[in-house]
C-alpha cells in the first residue's frame, strides 16, 4: 500500500513545458470571448478593409474607446491572430485571418466557431451541476451566442458542400430532387440548410423540422424573405413529425444531440419512401477514442461534453450518442431501427456524409 502511495518521480523540465502549456491554453479561452468582442465592435471588419491601422485609427473607425481597442490588439497580436510592426506601431490583419474572420460565405470562416464556443462557455456551471446529478440541459435552455454561433459556423459548410458534393454522392437522388421529390429537413434550426436545398432544386418541396420553437421562427423569417415558396417549417420533434412519403430525409449535424435516435430512426423508416435516402451528417469520427484524440477531435469532445450529451440527457432515453459517435454506432442506430443499407458517402475534415437506404 505505501507503493501505491508514493508519488511518480516529477520530471521539473516537463512540468514547466506543461505549466507554460496551461498557460497558453489560458490565453486561448479568453481568446474566445476576444474573438467575439472583435467581431461585434467591427475590429477585424476594419482592418480587413482599411489594412494596417495604429490603436488610434482602429478605435476611431469603430467609434469605440481606444484603451480597450489597445489591449485587445495586442492580445490578437501574441496570439498571431493579427501581426504587429513596431516601426510604425501598426497592426495588420494578414489575408488568411481575415477570410476565415470576416468572410461568412467561405467554407474556412471560424467566428462562429469561436462564438459557439463562447456561448457554450458562458453555460458552464450549469452543466457542472448537472454532471453531478446525471440530468441534462436542454438546448433551448442555452444562450443566443450558442444557438447564433452554431448557425453561423455551419452554415458556409453547408453552403459549399451540401449541394455541390454531399447530395451528387447520394446515389440517383439529384435526378429525384430536380424532377420533383418529397424532403424533409429534420433538426433544421435556423433553416440554413433547408433554405440552401429549396433554392438549388426548385421543383422539389422542402419541410424543415426542429424541436425549438424559437429557431423555427427565425428558420420562418428567413425563408420568407428569400421568396422561395418550396419551403416551410414546422416545430416537431424527431420522432414526431409530420408528412411523408419522404423520397429524401436529412439530417445536419444533429442525431448525436437526440435523446432518442433510435426512435427518431424508426420514425424516418416510418415515413420515407420506400426508394427514399436518408442522409445523415455527423462530425468526423473515428470508431475508436484513440481515433479522435487530435485538435478536431478535442475541440468536438469538449462541444459534446459541455452543449451535446447534456442536450440528449434532457430528453427522453438520453442515450448520449456523443459528438464522436463514430460510423459503427452510427449504423447500429440506424440498423437497429430497421434499415438495411448504410455507407459513408462522402467526407470533408469536420463531417461524415453518410446515405441511409430502407
Known amino acids: 500500500m505505501d507503493a501505491l502511495r508514493t508519488p511518480a518521480e516529477v520530471d521539473p523540465d516537463k512540468l514547466m513545458a506543461f505549466v507554460f502549456r496551461a498557460v497558453e491554453e489560458a490565453g486561448a479561452a479568453l481568446n474566445c470571448a476576444l474573438v467575439v468582442m472583435g467581431d461585434r465592435l467591427g475590429y477585424y471588419r476594419s482592418l480587413a478593409e482599411h489594412g494596417p491601422s495604429t490603436v488610434a485609427e482602429l478605435a476611431e473607425r469603430t467609434d469605440t474607446d481606444e484603451r480597450y481597442a489597445r489591449e485587445w490588439l495586442n492580445a490578437q497580436a501574441a496570439g498571431s491572430f493579427v501581426e504587429y510592426e513596431p516601426s510604425t506601431a501598426r497592426y495588420r490583419l494578414p489575408p488568411e485571418q481575415a477570410v476565415a474572420l470576416t468572410d461568412e460565405t467561405s467554407p474556412a470562416?471560424?467566428?462562429?466557431?469561436?462564438?459557439?464556443?463562447?456561448?457554450?462557455?458562458?453555460?458552464?456551471?450549469?452543466?457542472?451541476?448537472?454532471?453531478?446529478?446525471?440530468?441534462?440541459?436542454?438546448?433551448?435552455?442555452?444562450?443566443?451566442?450558442?444557438?447564433?454561433?452554431?448557425?453561423?459556423?455551419?452554415?458556409?459548410?453547408?453552403?459549399?458542400?451540401?449541394?455541390?458534393?454531399?447530395?451528387?454522392?447520394l446515389d440517383g437522388v439529384v435526378d429525384k430532387l430536380v424532377r420533383g421529390a418529397r424532403v424533409a429537413d429534420v433538426g433544421c434550426g435556423h433553416g440554413a440548410s433547408t433554405i440552401l436545398m429549396a433554392q438549388a432544386f426548385p421543383a422539389s418541396t422542402f419541410i424543415g423540422t426542429d424541436g425549438h420553437a424559437e429557431s423555427v421562427a427565425v428558420a420562418r423569417e428567413r425563408g420568407a424573405a428569400?421568396?422561395?415558396?418550396?419551403?416551410?417549417?414546422?416545430?416537431?420533434?424527431?420522432?414526431?413529425?409530420?408528412?411523408?412519403?419522404?423520397?429524401?430525409?436529412?439530417?445536419?449535424?444533429?442525431?448525436?444531440?437526440?435523446?432518442?435516435?433510435?426512435?427518431?430512426?424508426?420514425?424516418?423508416?416510418?415515413?420515407?419512401?420506400?426508394?427514399?435516402?436518408?442522409?445523415?451528417?455527423?462530425?468526423?469520427?473515428?470508431?475508436?477514442?484513440?481515433?479522435?484524440?487530435?485538435?478536431?477531435?478535442?475541440?468536438?469532445?469538449?462541444?459534446?461534453?459541455?452543449?451535446?450529451?447534456?442536450?440528449?440527457?434532457?430528453?427522453?432515453?438520453?442515450?448520449?450518442?456523443?459528438?464522436?459517435?463514430?460510423?459503427?454506432?452510427?449504423?447500429?442506430?440506424?440498423?437497429?431501427?430497421?434499415?438495411?443499407?448504410?455507407?459513408?458517402?462522402?467526407?470533408?475534415?469536420?463531417?461524415?456524409?453518410?446515405?441511409?437506404?430502407?
Open 226 to 358: 428569400t421568396g422561395t415558396t418550396s419551403v416551410s417549417f414546422q416545430t416537431a420533434p424527431a420522432d414526431g413529425f409530420g408528412g411523408g412519403p419522404y423520397d429524401l430525409v436529412t439530417m445536419f449535424d444533429c442525431l448525436h444531440d437526440m435523446g432518442d435516435p433510435i426512435g427518431a430512426a424508426r420514425h424516418v423508416r416510418d415515413v420515407i419512401a420506400e426508394d427514399g435516402t436518408w442522409m445523415v451528417v455527423e462530425p468526423a469520427a473515428g470508431d475508436r477514442v484513440e481515433d479522435n484524440l487530435n485538435p478536431i477531435g478535442r475541440a468536438y469532445y469538449g462541444f459534446s461534453t459541455l452543449l451535446c450529451t447534456p442536450s440528449s440527457l434532457s430528453q427522453p432515453v438520453g442515450l448520449a450518442l456523443g459528438t464522436q459517435a463514430g460510423p459503427a454506432r452510427i449504423r447500429d442506430v440506424v440498423t437497429t431501427a430497421g434499415f438495411s443499407g448504410f455507407r459513408l458517402a462522402a467526407q470533408t475534415p469536420f463531417n461524415n456524409v453518410f446515405e441511409i437506404r430502407p
Open 109 to 169: 470562416f471560424v467566428t462562429g466557431l469561436f462564438q459557439i464556443a463562447h456561448g457554450t462557455a458562458r453555460d458552464a456551471g450549469r452543466i457542472i451541476e448537472a454532471a453531478g446529478t446525471g440530468r441534462g440541459v436542454g438546448w433551448g435552455e442555452h444562450n443566443s451566442d450558442v444557438h447564433v454561433g452554431c448557425e453561423r459556423f455551419f452554415r458556409p459548410t453547408y453552403a459549399a458542400h451540401v449541394v455541390a458534393d454531399w447530395i451528387p454522392a
